[in-house]
């Protein structure tokens, strides 16, 4: 059974920075996407970044320019490093793999908290 854990997580203070990283237990046949999205207490999930097999990206327009994602195919891995932390930014973050079965996988999130 296939599982994501997400690491790295935490408190930081505004204009600080983190990096997310997310590992699959489990082989997953051709990961197609990963990706990260984040859950504000009372608000929907959102994408906030997501790359492909062959390292294209789109992110969120509130994280452009302050959050880079990039992966490990040969280690299924993603990573989010996050500069320039804004209370904003303060959410559960889950990554996500889509395999090219269309087959989706979910963390159980790690909680970034930007406070001063």
């Known amino acids: 059974q296939v599982q994501l854990v997400e690491s790295g997580g935490g408190a930081v203070q505004p204009g600080g920075s983190l990096r997310l990283s997310c590992l699959a237990s489990?082989?997953?046949?051709?990961?197609?996407?990963m990706g990260w999205y984040r859950q504000a207490p009372g608000k929907q999930r959102d994408l906030v970044a997501v790359?492909?097999?062959?390292?294209?990206?789109n992110y969120a327009d509130s994280v452009k320019g302050r959050f880079t994602i990039t992966r490990d195919n040969a280690d299924d891995m993603v990573y989010l490093q996050m500069s320039s932390l804004k209370p904003e930014d303060t959410a559960v973050y889950y990554c996500?793999?889509?395999?090219?079965?269309?087959?989706?996988?979910w963390g159980k999130g790690t909680l970034v908290t930007v406070s001063s």
């Open positions: 489990g082989s997953i046949f051709r990961i197609k996407t």
């Open positions: 996500q793999f889509v395999g090219e079965n269309g087959i989706q996988y």
């Open positions: 790359i492909t097999s062959g390292g294209l990206t």
